[in-house]
């Protein structure tokens, strides 16, 4: 693999050339598999939860596991590929990655699962990171807004369209196959890689921050153990939750101090005294976490309440895909033409208004109203996802790309995971709130009662099926009040995060526009 050309300095076009391109390709494979791992599995849930004997908490563990050892083995990412060698640290990921998955697809028992999907998510850790590293060593700098545009398609369409294969892979066949069909991809991208890309050593400093790394290690793992044991053992009311939350901020404040202090931190000070990185780490832990969070809870939305099958859900969650693809697009075309900000400002405010239409739904919603407020939000993330990767790294010197690259996913993958927790957590907790609240009102007095068609008394529901069937039914409801609540909470943190924008600041280098002008030929 080639460094990026000296002509596109001189306005001429860039050209990746075919190996370039083929690194390109076969790395994206990769990228793309580790996203949609985030997500293909929610649609197929409810047939592990039943295939596993898990309840609704238990079984979330599938989900945030994955996504917690992947923010444990992030961090240690940038110092194994300076150090190693980009190559062979993604060479191990892949395989890794896919003999894991294979794991996954035989596991017979929840704890099995859940630890194998923890080794998946440890396993395949370094993809995004390394794809994002090698696309800005092949693009050169005034390119770098096509080259994030690039990474765009697996780690924003992965998450997004996981459920649509998820529910088509369950429909067809059975849930261990979600997992398994990562094999043959794995194998073909750890082909391509060995042959195509070459070996990458940017340090050959064996220095290692042992204590820097312990501190983060431990402060995310006990974030993320309060965040999910949470709501089962009722949050600070519990000893265990106190121990979480205490070793965490230990933890934190040990590694701030270590990585202000130390002649060689863990983490170089200088990502932390970059604006526009860490505003653009902030707004993308925001948009992912909306993403992640709005694509987990409408497969239990749809089926639970709903009553959609696997693959109608699959159907009807895919458009969100296509409008992600049209922003990308309109993103890229208008990046020369406008401030950058004022587009992720754009993206931000259709994302709001998708979810402030989701929020807004009833039980006697049809496809179209799913499918609408998927295709806005959808057209929303495309537009930011592109302008804040190019935000984050315009400031950034070359030797600090594959370090920032690593904290920028390190730091999505937590938020994401966090939102994730909260928002299980939350809305087991209005399910419960609202059925009690509703239960009031399931009474001959009220006149709704009445004009529902009930019974003038209680005398006509003393059977037993009679009973279960009106508390479905307020469980129902009760659920999908729980929805649209999440839903509002979501639609006030993406227009919260427009004032961020604020703080961005467009570098000399980088034309109000975005990127220069141009184009890239392959």
């Known amino acids: 693999?080639?460094?990026?050309?000296?002509?596109?300095?001189?306005?001429?076009?860039?050209?990746?050339g075919f190996r370039n391109t083929m690194v390109v390709?076969?790395?994206?494979?990769?990228?793309?598999?580790?996203?949609?791992?985030?997500?293909?599995c929610n649609v197929a849930l409810p047939y592990m939860q039943?295939?596993?004997?898990?309840?609704?908490?238990q079984i979330a563990w599938v989900l945030t596991s994955y996504i917690v050892a992947s923010a444990v083995g992030t961090p240690l990412v940038g110092w194994l590929a300076a150090r190693i060698g980009q190559k062979k640290v993604l060479l191990a990921s892949l395989a890794g990655f896919t003999f894991t998955s294979v794991l996954?697809?035989?596991?017979?028992?929840?704890?099995?699962?859940?630890?194998?999907?923890?080794?998946?998510?440890?396993?395949?850790?370094?993809?995004?990171?390394?794809?994002?590293?090698?696309?800005?060593?092949?693009?050169?700098?005034?390119?770098?807004?096509?080259a994030m545009a690039i990474i765009g398609v697996g780690m924003m369409l992965g998450p997004i369209l996981g459920p649509t294969l998820g529910g088509y892979i369950t429909e067809v066949s059975n849930w261990r196959w979600v997992f398994l069909v990562n094999v043959p991809f794995g194998l073909i991208s750890i082909a391509g890689v060995w042959v195509f890309l070459d070996e990458y050593q940017s340090?050959?400093?064996?220095?290692?921050?042992?204590?820097?790394?312990?501190?983060?290690?431990?402060?995310?793992?006990?974030?993320?153990?309060?965040?999910?044991?949470?709501?089962?053992?009722?949050?600070?009311?519990?000893?265990?939750?106190?121990?979480?939350?205490?070793?965490?901020?230990?933890?934190?404040?040990?590694?701030?101090?270590?990585?202000v202090t130390a002649a060689k931190p863990f983490v170089s000070r200088a990502l932390f005294l970059d604006r526009n990185f860490v505003t653009g780490s902030v707004l993308f832990v925001v948009v992912s976490s909306n993403m992640f969070i709005t694509v987990a809870l409408q497969p239990p939305m749809l089926q639970n309440v709903m009553g959609y099958p696997a693959l109608t859900i699959g159907y009807v969650l895919a458009p969100r895909g296509v409008g992600?693809?049209?922003?990308?697009?309109?993103?890229?075309?208008?990046?020369?033409?406008?401030?950058?900000?004022?587009?992720?400002?754009?993206?931000?405010?259709?994302t709001a208004l998708g979810l402030w239409d989701l929020s807004h739904l009833s039980t006697d919603i049809s496809q179209w109203d799913i499918i609408r407020s998927a295709i806005v939000q959808g057209l929303g993330l495309g537009l930011v996802f592109v302008q804040l990767n190019t935000i984050a790294?315009?400031?950034?010197?070359?030797?600090?790309?594959?370090?920032?690259?690593?904290?920028?996913?390190l730091t999505r993958a937590m938020g994401t995971s966090a939102g994730l927790s909260i928002g299980v957590a939350l809305l087991s907790q209005y399910t419960q709130l609202?059925?009690?609240?509703?239960?009031?009102?399931?009474?001959p007095y009220f006149e709704s009662w009445r004009l529902g068609g009930m019974p003038e008394t209680f005398s006509a529901l003393t059977d037993t099926k009679s009973l279960v069937i009106l508390n479905q039914e307020v469980t129902r409801q009760a659920m999908m009040i729980s929805f649209l609540n999440s839903y509002h909470w979501l639609m006030l943190s993406s227009l919260g995060a427009i004032v961020l924008m604020l703080f961005v600041r467009i570098p000399r280098a980088m034309p109000p526009g975005g990127a220069a002008g141009g184009h890239t030929e392959f």
Not at 394 to 408: D, K
Not at 434 to 443: I, K, M, P, T, W
């Open 324 to 350: 992600t693809m049209i922003g990308m697009i309109l993103s890229a075309r208008l990046m020369n033409r406008i401030d950058v900000r004022w587009i992720v400002i754009a993206g931000l405010a259709l």
């Open 393 to 409: 790294f315009a400031s950034l010197p070359r030797h600090l790309h594959v370090e920032a690259a690593t904290m920028f996913n």
């Open 104 to 146: 996954c697809g035989l596991a017979a028992t929840l704890e099995q699962m859940v630890l194998f999907r923890a080794l998946q998510g440890l396993s395949s850790a370094a993809l995004l990171p390394l794809a994002q590293a090698v696309m800005m060593r092949i693009y050169p700098r005034e390119y770098f807004a096509k």
């Open 1 to 16: 693999m080639t460094a990026a050309a000296p002509a596109a300095a001189h306005g001429q076009p860039f050209r990746l």
């Open 203 to 259: 340090s050959t400093d064996t220095y290692f921050d042992t204590f820097g790394f312990a501190m983060l290690i431990i402060g995310i793992a006990s974030f993320q153990l309060m965040l999910d044991r949470g709501e089962t053992v009722h949050w600070f009311e519990s000893t265990e939750i106190k121990i979480y939350a205490g070793m965490a901020a230990l933890a934190f404040y040990m590694f701030t101090v270590q990585m």
């Open 50 to 57: 039943g295939s596993l004997a898990a309840t609704l908490d």
């Open 434 to 443: 609202n059925h009690a609240e509703l239960v009031q009102f399931v009474s």
């Open 25 to 40: 390709i076969f790395i994206m494979i990769g990228a793309t598999m580790q996203s949609i791992d985030t997500t293909i």
